[in-house]
């Protein structure tokens, strides 16, 4: 009796920790969830989302669970999931969606996952947030949701409907890119930048830089004819970056996907069209990424090595581990086993000891390198830094090493 009078008490505050985050509707249909938000003059938000897609799972994971997103999403909207892919273990409530599903893409051309779509209590689509994020931005991008003066499609329709002042077509033009808008984005932006007579001001020129994104763009035709104005205004290199990732685009990785492609040759041709723009630093870490994506290790360890040497002290922690953990999986040379446990140290010192995967790729190249006490000293401390449904993969490692037993595969 005790045990039951315990559950009892037990049960309402479970209860109360379910609902501290994001409440999503359930068993009803699309007319159902519009005419609730209707009844309860509330705006709608329509999470557009597959079953492939890693951002869609956190923040169906991390982000919605939260209390405070509850708190703000439950106030302010009727919420509700929709699945757009079809798998073969979906449940009879997600089948009971396919149908509308495929009428909101048809009607709303879903491009891209995350999706939300947000309508107002009277059913009318307002806004649209694309890419998720973490909690209290994703919070501010929905609140531009609830105001008329930041609604991304209300906006539109005054624009379109005559007010084209030029604070307004800037403030739509970043309206049409946060929601995936890419057609509408160039032509604000280029009709903005239309209405300035100093293109070359450091706000103008950041804009210009943020919305060009071909070669037939006003905005690459004027980095391109005085890159030197624009870096004197924006800083060293900032046009060529801009330029090269465009070029890049467009000569080079659009042919990638041809199996019989040839990176080489498709960078010389680059260069040889664009001989003014510098982008060395950004094909020399193309070949790094194109050869660890294809498996070439030995043209990948030549390329590594070279682009290390040349932009090495600008390499951030992360690419630093991903080049070190690659080498001791990939390349079996001595030499370039060593520069890459000095990457593992560089990205382990700058970020503190604080990052567990980062840890883990040093403790196996110290131990690769002969050094096994230092190894299982520090993945010991990675150990202690991972979650509790992580720390397996780790433990299993450091099993290795104490055993003496490689934890790498020969190649």
Known sequence: MKKLVLLLLVLPFIGIAQEKGTHFEHGATWQQVKEKAKKENKYLLVDCFTTWCGPCKYMSSTIFPQEKVGTFFNKNFVNVKVQFDKTNGDSEEVKSWYADADAINKAYKIQ?????????????????????????????????????????????????????????????????????????????????????????????????????????????????????????????????????????????YRYLRNPKANLDSLIAVAKSKYPTVDMSQQTDLLQVQFYQNTGNWRKFQSAVLAYMGKYGKETNGQMLNSFAWTIFENCKDAECVAQALAWSKRSVDETQSKEPAFLDTYANLLYRTGKKDEAIAVQQKAIALVPENEKGTYQTTLDKMQKGEKTWVEK
Do not use: M
Not at 125 to 130: A, E, G, N, S, Y
Not at 162 to 188: C, I, M, S
């Open 112 to 252: 891209a996952y995350p999706t939300f779509l947000i309508f107002a209590p009277n059913g009318e689509l307002v806004h649209r947030i694309v890419g998720g994020g973490e909690a209290d931005q994703f919070i501010a991008k929905a609140e531009k949701a609830l105001h008329p003066e930041t609604q991304y499609y209300t906006l539109l329709k005054k624009y379109e409907t005559g007010n084209k002042t030029p604070e307004t077509l800037k403030q739509l033009a970043f309206a049409a890119e946060e929601a995936y808008d890419k057609e509408n984005a160039g032509k604000l932006a280029a009709a903005y930048l239309d209405t300035q007579k100093d293109l070359y001001t450091k706000e103008n020129l950041e804009f210009l830089s943020k919305f060009t994104d071909n070669s037939k763009s006003k905005g690459f035709q004027l980095l391109l004819k005085d890159p030197k104005k624009v870096d004197a205004v924006l800083g060293k290199g900032k046009a060529n970056a801009v330029l090269g990732g465009i070029i890049l685009q467009e000569e080079v």
